[in-house]
């Protein structure tokens, strides 16, 4: 298995894992399967992401992007998204490559603390994102719909910090700019 960055060179591969992803009702954003133009639109939205692919000669395994906050203050921070294996490599270790890739790239880049969340049935993922150091920050009840459906969205962080670093760390107490 070979994990790399998408340069395009992949998006068949890509379209197929999405595409077998939805087909089987994957929490990975879509509701029904998205056609290859659908999947093209969405690889054009994350020109300002990383996306990782893990491969196997030229069979996509898995994929997932990091995208940093956009407003300054937030910029320290990064959200992992769509995070996918395709159900014929599920249990490869392809989806925890993906995951390994993103994040080391994160750090590589000044990254502090990356989010993600998954649907409250997604168990396995849950487990995954654990054992690599995630903590679960919060849920959000039933805030996910598919059709009349209901799921719980898990929030979740890694603090990428190793220490202090000359940070001063005020946290939620009344103190530091835009105190009140």
């Known amino acids: ?6 340069d395009g060179g992949h998006r068949d591969g890509l379209v197929d894992l999405v595409q077998s992803v ?5 929490a990975v954003g879509w509701v029904v399967v ?10 054009a939205s994350l020109a300002d992401a990383r996306l990782a692919v893990a491969t196997e000669g030229t069979t996509v ?3 997932g992007f990091w995208r940093r906050q956009p407003a300054v203050v937030l910029s320290k ?6 995070v996918m294996t395709h159900p014929a490599h599920r249990r490869s270790g392809a989806g925890r490559a993906v995951m390994e890739a993103l994040i080391a790239d994160a750090r590589a880049c000044g990254v502090e603390l990356i989010t993600l969340d998954c ?4 168990h396995g993922a849950q487990r995954m994102y654990a054992g690599l150091g995630f903590e679960v920050t919060g849920r959000r009840p039933d805030a996910i719909a598919v059709g009349e459906e209901r799921f719980d969205q898990v929030l979740m962080h890694l603090d990428l910090r ?19």
């Open 1 to 6: 298995m070979h994990t790399s960055w998408y």
């Open 22 to 26: 939805a087909a089987q009702g994957g």
């Open 34 to 43: 998205p056609s290859p133009e659908e999947v093209d639109g969405w690889l």
């Open 61 to 63: 395994l898995a994929c």
């Open 77 to 82: 921070m990064a959200e992992i998204r769509k």
């Open 119 to 122: 649907r409250g049935n997604n």
């Open 162 to 180: 190793a220490g202090p670093q000359g940070l001063i760390r005020h946290g939620s107490r009344r103190q530091g700019p835009g105190a009140t």
